[in-house]
């Protein structure tokens, strides 16, 4: 769980193929949560959706070498489709996906 600057909690489940920790952990070589929470560890840079659907953005800096990446966040108790709904009264799904802009995997130095 990571709480950003505007006093967001945000978690980051285990989820499944189609959200959370499995679905962006091995598609997009993120294995680190450092990665994802300092992305969180702001304010967000999109909103859409009536402050529902967030995107974090953040760069990654080793070598002179640089990745920015994306981690979007739904900020409600249901995903979109209505498909998945976050556990407790006050619950969020959190984390949906995070990647590497430009690229299908993250290099291995980003974690």
């Not at 006093?7 to 285990?14: A, D, E, I, M």
């Not at 070598?63 to 990446?69: A, M, S, Y």
């Not at 709904?85 to 802009?101: D, L």
Request: net charge positive.
């Amino acid at each position: 769980m990571q709480t950003d600057w505007d006093g967001r909690r945000v978690p980051t489940r285990t989820g499944n193929s189609e959200l959370g920790w499995q679905h962006f952990s091995r598609p997009h070589g993120i294995t680190s949560c450092r990665l994802v929470n300092a992305a969180l560890n702001g304010k967000p840079d999109k909103l859409s959706d009536q402050q529902r659907n967030l995107e974090y953005w953040g760069s990654a800096i080793k070598n002179g070498r640089q990745v920015d990446f994306v981690v979007k966040v739904r900020y409600a108790k249901t995903t979109d489709d209505g498909r998945y709904e976050a556990p407790g009264a006050k619950g969020r799904v959190g984390v949906i996906t995070a990647y590497c802009r430009g690229m299908q995997k993250c290099p291995s130095w980003v974690n």
